[in-house]
DNA sequence: ATTATCTATAGATCTATAGATAATGC
DNA sequence: ATTATCTATAGATCTATAGATAATGC
């Protein structure tokens, strides 16, 4: 019943990935500390070996979740122009509307995280920073502080089109929030200057 | 320990209130049927004769939350010009992001909303639907079809802005981005043509 | 007599803890 | 001997139901 210490670190690893995927399926009030160490394949009874509580590993779960934010928007942040269709074309696409639990943590747990203290809200301020940051680098524009407000704009708008999107039972309209973002997302950045509107 | 015909009705829309309050406040998940009911000033053992399940209470309740959103914006779809930047002003306000339960439902609720059955979504549907009417109406452009992926986007950016802003513990950076979202939801609209960027 | 609400409770689930177990690591 | 995990369970909470209660409405 007990395991190598570097096994051990594994499991844990393996707790927060499962808890980084449901938590963004179903939300934090909608998985057990059971169910998360289930999808983990351990027995519930060990979860507070690793963890002080179920909030504890809700702000480590986010942290996670943010870190593929950093591998997908800081991996397009390095190259210019191009590099910001294909990552707005995969973030409003229907394959991530599909894949909540491995998509983005703030489209599917912003106002869940609203609703939580400070700990996990920490995690959610950092993590959106850095999100600007990577954006701002894709982004042309004037002055920095221009860029800043575009980025932050954009974000707000593919994180509500996708939330939105999720909540309709109507496909079309689903679909059409979602062209309607890539069309202001990408309008006057990837078009050139004054082709658009 | 029975009540007359019209209070029963009263006591229903009682419950409603409660409900569409709660949920946007602590989300589907976070309220029992008891603390509906205890908000509305009765004992959960009731709830039942009103209603079939909590499922359709939130359906319901989601209903009436949407009226607020006909009201505030259908309030304004008739007049043009500066009714959008005053609504637009509010709905983008700290004011806003401090009183979830009495504020924007898809703001509050549209990823609990993506994690329900279809019953649910059908609400968020025909909801969204009639926003974007009235949207619309206050959003010059040329064709009706731009003006409508305009709205789309438009409510996608101040939808996402709210939620994001709710998550965030840096309360700056909540100002930012409600003044960006501002910014991209007003330019090229409010602002006369050409004057902006 | 009907019925809106209340009291009480069943059965499930959730967070958290206690103690047992058995393999690691000194 | 230490400790990672497991079994078992406490105490709270949640959805839903059953039966009692008492005021309405025929």
New interface residues.
Partial sequence: MRVSKQQAAENREGVLDAAAKLFR???F??VGVDAVMAEAGLTHGGFYKSFASKDALVAEACTRAFRQIDDFWGGYAGRPGKGLAAAVGWYLSRRHLDS?GDGCV??????????RG?TA??V??VG??RWVGYLVRLLPGASEARR??????????????V??A?????QS?AD??L???R???LA?YAVPEGQS?
């Fill in positions: 399926e179903r939300g009030d909608g909540p703030l489209a599917a747990l912003a106002a869940d995280a609203g609703r400070p809200r920490a959610f301020s959106l920073e800043r407000d575009a980025a932050l704009a954009r974000i707000a708008t593919m994180v509500g089109a939330a939105i999720r909540a309709l039972d109507d309209l059409e929030i062209a309607a973002a069309i202001a997302v006057d509107r």
